[in-house]
């Protein structure tokens, strides 16, 4: 398995979506869903892969989904009555909208799954990317994380905010991916959710680009 | 490629505490969707809520309570209950409920005081079905919690397989597990797609769906490895697929192209032709779009004479644990050679051009389909057959 490109969006200097073109198509996107359309749109880019072309998989994984979307349809059950709650708000309060505009976006026909949990999901992720390839279930797998920082959880998790996606494909296995004492897809710190663990990834991949 | 056996199952629905009772209202047609008890409502949307049922495990979410009975039942029926130390078993389970902080009380005390209730919080972190089962059970093998909306129980089941596949572990606990949810009551009445009825999947005059809660989990595991612990498994998964629609965030392809895609996929992994798909245990919601695109899809593969029916006339619909409950159905309806009718259904749509079963009907093939199509346009699909 080879990494044949990555995209990141990440907060580390600013708003990750300031100065990014997005689609007249994805304007009822929320941010998280955008966060992830972004990071998906480089790693095929930096591929150079069509998201048409036959046999694209993707899995994402996330420890807290798009809980801002999630606690605006709560402010709507609790301001308004029962039936006047906005559906553009359930339907993307759920983890697996990214995916669905991505899938749209990119125009992916293969599986998209979206994986959640607090425990390495994105190792999980990864080995479960492994196996599409090996058992050629896909040709490409578009591998990804994403997180999203509110005002609620910010009182009580220090959540690394951002997306990174990868295009994993058939190829001779790099250097940055043997390391499996320190390797770059590691559980922990998972309580700040799954970028921490794509961040090394990512890191990795772009160091081992530029060796 | 190594046979996967499916040697336990677990259920609890509005249906039954288990695989007994559950085939006991099949037999007797039973069903009874209400208003809500769970939680105070204005809106008048049918559910089938678990009732009757005691969990010892009351401090957990309703959804892991629900999710560890079903376990339980499986675990027994596969007489794994002691061989679980000595086996690398990986755990994946599909929610839709319980991986979201919707906790409308929580976030109301938040909004009045800006206080963070650190029990809740705890619950949810505890609450991840996959983690929390694996935790409990002390498992050493792949932890995966799937999120995938409507088809995430069918999905933590093709992962399950997969993993067996690529020896990632010994045996597999899969399905999925979801509660009835407020938010998810309102949120699917924004959409205009529950029902104040009773459902009817497939029928002319359907109004749309009655949401459910439950579990459904299924064991799987290599076959040499279940007939090593003495086990003569009867059952096996045998094909696994799933596929995009690339079309909507809430509506299916109106063509069923990512359903159609996964069909062919699910068929060409397990070696099958259409023809020997003996039955169909669709995903059958009651909704317009749905029953509509799944019926057009079944008759342009299979054609006009297929077996199908929806199961969530009795359920209602599960949302995370339905691809489970409905992958357990599918295989005892294998197991006994016998079906319950589409309860709900009454004339055929000519939309669809297809009838569901309209009566309890017995069956001998050795194959069938379980189907799940999922808001946000992915469509899985599970091949299971019975050696006769």
Request: aromatic residues 8%; neutral net charge; contains cysteine.
């Amino acid at each position: 398995m080879n990494v044949l490109g990555a995209g990141l969006v990440n907060s580390e200097s600013g708003d990750c979506l300031a100065g990014r073109v997005i689609p007249g198509q994805l304007r009822r996107a929320d941010r998280f869903c955008k966060m992830a359309i972004c990071a998906a749109r480089g790693a095929l880019d930096a591929a150079q892969v069509k998201g048409e072309e036959q046999g694209i998989g993707v899995i994402m994984a996330t420890a807290f989904g798009p809980h801002p979307t999630t606690f605006k349809f709560l402010d709507n059950i609790l301001d308004y009555k029962e039936n006047e709650v906005s559906p553009t708000l359930f339907s993307h309060s759920v983890h697996n909208a990214a995916l669905s505009y991505i899938a749209a976006e990119f125009q992916i026909n293969g599986p998209t799954l979206t994986v959640t949990g607090f425990d390495g999901v994105f190792c999980t992720a990864f080995q479960l990317a492994n196996a599409w390839l090996d058992r050629q279930t896909c040709k490409y797998v578009l591998l990804g994380a994403a997180e999203e920082r509110g005002p609620v959880f910010d009182k009580v998790f220090d959540i690394v905010e951002g997306s990174a996606f990868f295009l994993l494909g058939q190829g001779p296995r790099p250097v940055y991916l043997e390391n499996k004492a320190k390797g770059p897809v590691q559980a922990g710190q998972e309580k700040r959710g799954s970028m921490v663990a794509a961040l090394n990834l990512y890191r990795a991949y772009d160091k081992g680009l530029s060796r | 490629m190594p046979d996967i056996a499916i040697t336990g199952l677990g259920v609890v629905s509005c249906a039954g505490l288990d695989v007994e009772q559950t085939l006991e209202a099949f037999r007797s047609s039973a069903r009874n969707p209400q208003t809500p008890g769970g939680f105070l409502t204005a809106l008048s949307y049918l559910v089938f809520e678990v009732k009757n049922f005691s969990s010892p495990y009351s401090d957990q979410m309703r959804t892991v309570q629900l999710m560890r009975y079903a376990a339980q039942e499986a675990l027994s029926s596969a007489a794994l209950n002691e061989d679980l130390k000595a086996l690398r078993v990986g755990v994946c389970l599909g929610t839709t409920v319980a991986c979201q902080l919707n906790d409308v009380d929580f976030y109301r005390a938040y909004r009045k005081n800006g206080v963070i209730d650190q029990t809740r919080i705890e619950r949810y972190l505890k609450g991840n079905p996959a983690e929390n089962l694996a935790a409990y059970l002390k498992l050493n093998g792949p932890v995966l919690t799937v999120a995938n909306a409507c088809s995430s129980g069918t999905d933590a089941i093709g992962i399950g397989w997969e993993w067996l596949q690529n020896d990632l572990c010994d045996v597999a606990i899969v399905g999925g597990a979801d509660e009835l949810s407020h938010v998810a009551y309102c949120g699917f009445g924004s959409l205009s797609v529950s029902s104040s009825e009773p459902c009817r999947p497939f029928d002319r005059d359907r109004k749309g769906l009655n949401l459910g809660e439950g579990a459904g989990i299924l064991i799987l595991e290599k076959k040499e490895v279940a007939q090593k612990r003495g086990q003569k498994p009867l059952l096996s998964l045998l094909g696994y697929a799933s596929a995009a629609d690339a079309y909507h965030l809430t509506a299916p392809h109106p063509e069923g192209k990512g359903l159609t895609i996964a069909v062919n996929k699910a068929l060409k992994s397990s070696g099958l032709k259409p023809q020997d798909i003996s039955f169909i245990n669709a995903h059958g919601t009651a909704t317009r779009d749905n029953d509509r695109t799944e019926g057009k899809v079944f008759k342009e593969i299979f054609g006009p004479k297929i077996k199908f029916l929806s199961t969530k006339g009795f359920t209602g619909h599960t949302l995370g644990a339905a691809g489970g409950l409905e992958a357990a159905f599918t295989c005892l309806g294998l197991r006994d050679g016998w079906l319950p009718k589409n309860i709900g259904f009454e004339k055929e749509d000519p939309e669809i051009g297809l009838s569901p079963l309209t009566a309890a009907t017995q069956l001998n093939g050795c194959y069938a389909m379980s189907t799940s199509l999922a808001f946000g346009g992915n469509n899985s699909v599970l091949i299971m057959g019975i050696e006769r």
